[in-house]
């Protein structure tokens, strides 16, 4: 067998991208030096006839449409699991307002994932693999919203740190399986890897934001068609508008005096649970049944190496070995602003805002509208990012988001003039989109050789910001929290900014060296260097014309 590019000829000069067509078939030396040969490149190394069946994954160009479906089934799972959650989490700050349970337990999820995090993704996915490590996660959603049943500390509690714990696995699942297919899929179609990963992240992330379209249209039409709706009026009493936004205060107990944000009947939240309980078993059979599993693209082959192999105690410690490095370290407190931007929105704006000068019955709609303008934002950033770059993406949604806290600080809401809170939290999803699209794609790209412990820090320091945010909750106002998040907005612009000119430096001295005959002859005598923007099973797909 003979490695060949193109028509059948055999292929001994360099080729950029390492994509090879594989056919049974003869050598013509006539055609050996048809194109020019550029001195950056280095000839790939022999393959080997018996390398197929152990280290290669050989696909036909025809595989892009069975990555694209899989792409589509992850993420119409996630949309129907985060239906549920998203619905449920929610509602968490005003209905079960008694005590701070809501906020509790939802810290208590984002405590555990910290935890989780750093030990969970990458010693449960090399035991079950990508595809069955996220089946297990998502059922872990199951117990917390069962627990809205009977809502105590002592049931939403314990199940907000199982959802923590599965939470963590479920999305480093998901980010390595995106990311991979991603690469392989880029390779199939001859396109560059970075756009690709977003381009998946971005409708993956369409598909996600939606969940809050179906899980707040859910919860909506089941209070709005049930006794809630007819017994209980809205108070518009100047005293207590004054009381609303960036002066709400859960300190001192005065915001119980507000009949907007009384608990709904328990009939109506229980039938609200029992529909979200069917989508997360829903999702969860979506997954085992319509997605391959991850070894069809190199899963296996990545580990197959027992040189390479990681012990137990290291597979333990890489999502904290990856803290080590400095793109990773600069890249946390951007990371950590992406959670309490999410916390925000969906406990603090829902509560200060939305329940306390409408009623909770409006947080529905409100925040529909703050997942279809996200999962819109979503699609058209992923697609966008290839002719305009990330930076401008990222900066516009630093802008945005910059602009509403300081909004939110002098804004006083008013029931009359409802129009205000839908565009503040569509246009909150439109920054929320910039930070979930480029920087997973920027985690993607950076990464790419140690997928499973970027993706984990990732969601460490995303649920840090989450459990600083919930934690926080009942003991600041409305204003002081707007306060500490433009502090951690501006600090994680500016790490993203210095990992931004890193990345543009080396990129053009790598260009420099390749272009360089006696600077590439001289970098070919230095140790090699861990370049985490490679991936190594790039090398070992071989695309075939079958």
């Not at 003869?26 to 000839?43: A, L, R, Y």
Request: with cysteine.
């Amino acid at each position: 067998m003979t490695a060949t590019h193109g028509g059948g000829c055999e292929d001994d000069r360099p080729i950029k991208d390492n994509v090879y067509t594989i056919k049974p078939g003869f050598k013509n030396e006539g055609f050996q030096h048809d194109k020019d040969t550029n001195t950056d490149i280095v000839k790939p190394p022999p393959i080997e006839e018996d390398s197929y069946a152990s280290g290669k994954v050989e696909l036909s160009r025809g595989e892009k449409w069975r990555i694209l479906k899989n792409v589509a089934a992850v993420s119409a799972a996630f949309m129907v699991q985060f239906t549920a959650f998203q619905g449920t989490a929610n509602l968490q700050s005003s209905i079960n307002a008694r005590d701070g349970l809501g906020t509790v337990s939802l810290s208590s999820i984002y405590a555990a994932q910290v935890v989780s995090c750093i030990f969970v993704p990458t010693f449960l996915i090399k035991r079950l693999t990508v595809k069955w490590s996220l089946c297990l996660s998502m059922m872990c959603y199951a117990p917390y919203i069962a627990a809205q049943f009977y809502p105590a500390f002592y049931t939403l509690v314990p199940a907000g740190v199982l959802v923590g714990l599965g939470a963590a696995p479920m999305w480093t699942s998901k980010a390595t399986y995106l990311t991979q297919v991603g690469s392989v899929y880029a390779k199939l179609t001859d396109q560059a890897v970075d756009g690709i990963i977003v381009r998946f992240f971005g409708f993956f992330f369409l598909a996600w934001q939606t969940a809050e379209l179906w899980g707040n249209l859910i919860s909506s039409l089941v209070f709005s068609s049930g006794v809630h709706s007819g017994n209980v009026s809205t108070d518009n009493s100047s005293s207590t508008l004054l009381t609303c936004g960036a002066n709400f205060c859960m300190i001192g107990g005065g915001a119980h005096d507000n009949q907007n944000l009384h608990r709904p009947p328990d009939n109506e939240i229980q039938e609200i649970s029992a529909i979200y309980l069917a989508c997360v078993v829903v999702a969860v059979i979506m997954v085992a049944f319509l997605v391959d599993p991850l070894s069809r693209y190199g899963e296996k082959q990545r580990k197959a190496d027992p040189s390479k192999e990681l012990t137990g105690i290291q597979l333990l410690s890489a999502t904290a070995y990856q803290l080590k490095k400095p793109n990773q370290q600069l890249l946390i407190p951007i990371t950590l602003w992406i959670g309490m931007e999410q916390a925000f929105i969906g406990a603090d704006y829902t509560q200060a805002y939305v329940s306390c000068a409408l009623g909770i019955r409006s947080i529905g709609y409100v925040m529909i509208c703050f997942g279809v303008v996200n999962a819109i934002c979503s699609l058209l950033f992923g697609s966008v990012m290839k002719y305009i770059g990330r930076f401008p993406i990222l900066v516009m949604g630093a802008a945005l988001h910059f602009g509403l806290i300081v909004w939110l600080l002098i804004w006083r809401p008013n029931p009359e003039t409802p129009t205000t809170f839908f565009v503040i939290s569509g246009l909150w999803g439109v920054g929320d989109a910039v930070w979930q699209t480029q920087v997973n794609g920027l985690y993607g790209v950076l990464f790419r050789r140690n997928k499973e412990a970027a993706f984990s820090n990732y969601r460490l320091w995303e649920a840090a910001g989450f459990v600083v945010a919930y934690a926080y909750s009942t003991h600041l106002c409305a204003r002081m929290k707007l306060y500490v998040m433009m502090v951690v907005l501006i600090i994680g612009v500016i790490g993203y900014l210095i990992v931004e000119i890193l990345h543009k430096r080396k990129t053009r001295r790598l260009k420099a060296i390749a272009e360089n005959p006696i600077a590439a002859a001289e970098a070919a005598k230095q140790p090699p260097e861990e370049d985490d923007e490679k991936d190594e099973i790039d090398d070992d797909i071989i695309v075939t014309h079958l």
